[in-house]
């Protein structure tokens, strides 16, 4: 197995690797208020690509049917919601 066949197999790795040695190399571009804004791009856009990337992954049948029920708890709760008027 030759490296460069390593390197692209273990891709993820390596890339975790060389962010690691950014960040201890220029720690400034991570502190709050920097260029990042962690403040922002990990407690919003990071937590989405996160659950989004969870739903991708989601087999089929399992999101067929959440969907299926999704609709019937929205009428039956709009339906009971709708009784004291």
């Not at 996160?50 to 709760?77: M, Q, W, Y």
Request: net charge negative; aromatic share 10%.
């Amino acid at each position: 197995m030759g490296l460069l066949e390593r390197l692209r197999k273990d891709w993820f790795m390596v890339g975790i690797v060389v962010v690691i040695a950014g960040a201890k190399l220029e720690p400034a571009v991570g502190v709050n208020a920097g260029p990042l804004k962690p403040e922002i791009t990990v407690t919003y856009i990071a937590v989405a690509i996160i659950f989004f990337n969870s739903g991708l992954s989601l087999k089929t049948e399992i999101a067929d049917g959440r969907l299926h029920a999704s609709p019937c708890v929205f009428c039956s709760d709009f339906n009971q919601g709708s009784w004291w008027e």
